[in-house]
């Protein structure tokens, strides 16, 4: 098990990356206002502001010294809102979007036939079907991709809600995984709760199952930014951060890493923006990634950072399945 | 809490009263085995601030629109520093938004007499930036870098802005600041008001000597924009003044392009022949970084690095071979040798290679190197520092002096640390000093340094025990005792060793920078217990 906010010491080293220190500038609202607090003897309900601020990148994880479950401590502290605070995620989505957390309606069995990768993304590509299909196309083919009849899109937002998984459907969304085949996740929270869940999985991000074919990386150019999901960098970014390097040396291609080698997260992928609810500033952390990058393209790995780099930035922005197509050049 | 209570103290009934109305109490010492029972371990001066005017203070700044926060969770961020011995409370805190914010809050400071206390990154360890009631201004939240002016080479920032967040700027236009703290929460406010030093330190002087100019807002609530030219008084009072004579809110800093840099180490058995080299090699300019770390009193690392090749080759043409230190695979056979015929020290043998596994590797980390060089070294050496020294309780005694003096106080200092712990380690670096200036008067740089001053840091590695107060300021007054003296300076002598200043700077230079405090701050209220 990984250290608990008992375990911070006040660095303060995770207030570096967070976006939401960057622009609220309130410690309170970081890892380390959390941590602290805690410490002194605040109830979960007196953090609720910060537990509720935090965007999940997980940007804080790999920074801190003494290695603690920062994204862990965070959910568990939603969790702990649920049923205490009128503001929490938990309700809201409970009362606007009850059908996001409804498991979905599974009437196909699983392949018989495993192929090379299972794809776990639909509500990601809801309104996108030229995009799924350029993933898939740019991971095998339909060949050698198949997409899981259940994505887990309701496991995904009830952990970054706090809100809490049955076993049943735990165990059923697992059973649905085809178990010889490469998962690759679109939800890095979620990514990161199934290595948890079934260690032996091999389990990835898109970003990641993209840039392992020679031809994406290939077709990067050295005028690209490219734009790294943060959540599922995080999950592993012991790993990654080499993974990544070698991408940009082979590349040449810049990347929306800090100076201490974690991404720089938008935020759009958050509940929060999806709920279209809190402070956080989406376009200010699309220019803050930009600035003095001189980028002429703009390649991102969530789907969730198309629309809000084309929205807040002047170049051309693509997905990374897009880029073989030279979509965006 | 034992010690706490009135009767015991025969004191009558202790002011707890303010946070025993919110049902909240003081955060418990560490108080370990070892230490003297009874004794009392929060300030308990009845001639300190008592709360007075606070709510008159409150509703005064409420009138210009500034949030004073008095929640539990924003009090308790704030209830100890990077140091983790000293413990309080502010009342409330204030995050400014702007100069103006802070110049509200010391105009009705100096009003209503109530201490401000000033924090940026916290990273002091001797209680310097806690609060003990009254208000706690955090200007963390002064952190926008303004303009970097490439032709200029200059950066203009709000002041509490980190070190590494100012980087994280400078390099997206390829620049570097030219010296800060290898840590990356320092504040560039706080490290401009103590001095600040880096490895470059030998080349390009304390951190403050970049400063260009300031702006300042001084205990009255002025807002000031000092320089060189421009109120040089104020300038030379506030850069190493140790936030008496004004907080600093926006710095203009002297920038440079930014380069990776090219380290070497040597690796010495003799802590006076390593200070000897390293000594050398300063006053020579031989490299562009220059520093000792040691593991333990048989393995020391004079560490050296270049911004470019060509300062390199000239290095290795010129001085190298006069350095008596080892290569890694040189020193690593003798000290197997020694080791073998001292069978004793078969444990210090088993951490000097535990530390040598774990420690290194961190330096030389693929993400942050290219092309066999280190990028972003202040990331690299604060993630170590951190990672392998950082820890609840950080004791940082020091000792800072003129270049003759500085291998026995260094040597003296060791023994100190031989006798109060089994692991610890010293951190050495020079500091070139330019024209005698007047910030240095009643600084860390001492009195009789000539072109170069020396520091050294002692820091023990207390791993997860800890230790008594009692046991920790022992230590500490045992090194401070050596400058005594020596005659020497420090770079920590604020806070809970600022009954050192007198016994270190005479009563002269303190007598007159007392009476300039009082007539910059009439009442007394910026940074209390800091220096006066």
Known sequence: MRPGYESCIGCRVCALPCPVFRQSRDLTLTLYGRAWALQAGATPAEVAPSTLACVLCGACEPVCPEEIDTVGLTVELRRTLTSQDENSLARMVQAQYPFWIEPPQVTRAPDGQAKKIALLASSHFEFQADLRTRVIEALGGSGEVTVTADAGDDLAVRIEAGLEISETRRRQFLAGLPSRSTVVVLDGLLLRSLRGWQPGLRAMSLGEALLRRPSVVRALQPEDLLVIDSRGFHAEHARLVKFYDRVRTQSGCDTNLDLQRVAIPTGAVSLQARLGIGNHDVAAQVRWIMEGRGARRVVVEAVEDLAAFRQHSRVPVCHLAEVTAGTGS | ?532
Request: proline share 5%; net charge negative.
């Open chain 2, 1 to 532: 809490m034992a010690g706490l209570d009135g009767n015991i103290l025969g004191v009558g009934q202790l002011n707890l009263r303010h946070l025993d109305n919110t049902g909240e109490h003081l955060p418990a010492d560490p108080v370990a085995p070892d230490s003297l029972q009874g004794v009392p371990r929060q300030q308990t001066n009845p001639a300190r601030w008592q709360g007075q005017h606070w709510s008159d203070f409150c509703a005064g700044l409420a009138k210009d629109d500034i949030a004073v926060l008095q929640g539990h969770v924003d009090r308790t961020l704030f209830h100890t520093d990077a140091g983790g011995v000293a413990f309080g409370l502010p009342h409330g805190v204030v995050r400014p938004a702007s100069e103006h914010d802070v110049s509200a809050v010391l105009r009705a400071a100096q009003t209503h007499r109530v201490p401000v206390t000033v924090r940026g990154g916290g990273l002091t360890t001797e209680g310097e930036s806690v609060a003990f009631g009254g208000l706690l201004l955090d200007v963390s939240s002064l952190n926008r870098v303004l303009d970097i002016d490439p032709n200029a080479m200059t950066v203009r920032t709000e002041a509490g802005i980190f070190w590494h967040s100012l980087a994280e700027a400078l390099r997206r236009q390829g620049m570097d600041y030219l010296s800060a703290p290898l840590n990356l929460t320092s504040s560039v406010g706080g490290t401009l008001g103590v001095g600040g030093i880096d490895i470059n330190s030998p080349r390009l002087g304390c951190s403050a000597d970049q400063a260009v100019s300031v702006q300042v807002v001084t205990p009255t609530g002025d807002v000031v924009e000092c320089s060189e030219d421009r109120n040089p008084e104020l300038f030379e009072r506030v850069l190493l003044g140790y936030g008496q004579f004004g907080v600093i809110v926006k710095a203009t800093l002297r920038i440079r392009p930014f380069t990776p840099i090219l380290m070497r180490y040597f690796y010495y058995r003799s802590l006076p022949k390593a200070i000897a080299d390293m000594q050398r090699l300063v006053e020579e300019d031989a490299a562009d970084y220059c520093g000792i770390l040691t593991m333990v009193d048989q393995a020391i690392n004079l560490l050296v690095a270049f911004d470019s090749d060509e300062r390199e080759q000239e290095f290795l043409a010129r001085h190298a071979s006069r350095l008596r230190g080892f290569s890694e695979i040189s020193y690593a056979v003798r000290a197997a040798g020694y080791y073998a015929c001292h069978p004793w020290r078969l444990r210090e043998a088993q951490f000097l290679l535990n530390r040598r596994l774990e420690l290194f590797p961190d330096f030389h980390r693929s993400e942050y190197m290219r092309d066999g060089k280190i990028v972003d070294r202040t990331v690299v050496f604060s993630r170590a520092v951190w990672k392998h020294w950082g820890g609840r309780q950080m004791v940082i005694p020091d000792l800072a002096t003129n270049g003759g003096k500085f291998i026995e106080a260094v040597v003296r200092g060791n023994q100190v640390c031989r006798k109060y712990f089994p692991y610890y380690t010293l951190y050495c670096v020079g500091i070139k000093l330019g024209q005698r200036r007047q910030r240095y008067e009643l600084s860390s740089i001492p009195p009789d340094a000539g072109a170069f001053a020396y520091g050294c840091e002692f820091e023990p590695m207390l791993f997860d025990r800890t230790y008594s107060r009692d046991y920790l300021q022992s230590f500490k007054n045992e090194i401070y005792d050596i400058g005594v003296d020596m005659q020497t300076s420090y770079y920590r002598f604020g806070g809970m060793m600022k009954g050192y200043i007198r016994q270190a700077l005479g009563d002269e230079v303190v007598e007159k920078h007392l009476a300039l405090k009082k007539t910059a701050d009439p009442a007394m209220i910026l940074n209390p217990d800091v220096i006066f």
